[in-house]
C-alpha cells in the first residue's frame, strides 16, 4: 500500500484496516505517535490527514490513501508546528510528556485553522486531548503565545 507520510511517500506492506498509528509506528518506525487508549478518546495518536487532526489508533490506513499523513516528525519543518514547539518550550508545558506530540498535532491544527483563537475555541479543540499531568492551563497559554508569534 503507498502512503504519504510527511510529504513522502512510503511502500508499507500493511492490511487496509491496520489503524495508521500502528503503520506508522510498528512498521514506517516513527514512534513520536504514541499510543493511548486506542479508542479515540485521550488524543495521544493525534496525527494529520490533509491537514485535520485525527485520531489515527481509529482510522485504517485504507483511509490515508491518496492523503497526505503528516505525524510529530514533520513538525519540525511546518512554520506553525515550529512556533507551537517552540511556545511549548517557552511556557515548560511538558510535564510527563507522553500526551504532548497529540497536543501539539491538535494545537497546530487549531492555529492552522484558526489563527486567532479564543480561550473558548482552545478549549473546544484541544477537549480530544487528555493530559494526566493536568497541564491544560500551561497548554492553553502556549497555543496563545505560538498565535502571537505567529501573527
Not at 52 to 67: D, E, F, H, L, M
Not at 125 to 140: D, F, K, L, V
Request: hydrophobic content about 40%; proline content about 3%.
Amino acid at each position: 500500500m503507498k502512503l504519504t507520510i510527511n510529504g513522502k511517500e512510503t511502500e508499507l506492506n500493511v492490511s487496509d484496516d491496520m489503524p495508521i498509528l500502528w503503520a506508522i509506528r510498528d512498521v514506517a518506525g516513527m514512534t513520536g505517535t504514541k499510543f493511548g487508549c486506542g479508542m479515540a478518546q485521550c488524543g495521544a495518536c493525534t496525527v494529520h490527514l490533509d491537514g485535520q487532526a485525527i485520531r489515527s489508533c481509529v482510522t485504517p490506513v485504507s483511509a490515508a490513501v491518496g492523503k497526505n499523513i503528516t505525524t510529530i516528525e514533520a513538525m519540525q519543518d511546518d512554520k506553525v508546528g515550529q512556533a507551537v514547539q517552540a511556545a511549548w518550550q517557552q511556557i515548560d508545558v511538558v510535564q510527563c510528556g507522553y500526551c504532548q506530540s497529540g497536543q501539539i498535532m491538535s494545537a497546530t491544527s487549531l492555529l492552522k485553522q484558526n489563527p486567532k483563537p479564543s480561550d473558548a475555541d482552545i478549549d473546544a479543540a484541544m477537549s480530544g486531548n487528555i493530559c494526566r499531568c493536568g497541564t491544560y492551563q500551561r497548554i492553553r497559554a502556549a497555543i496563545h503565545e505560538a498565535a502571537t508569534k505567529l501573527a
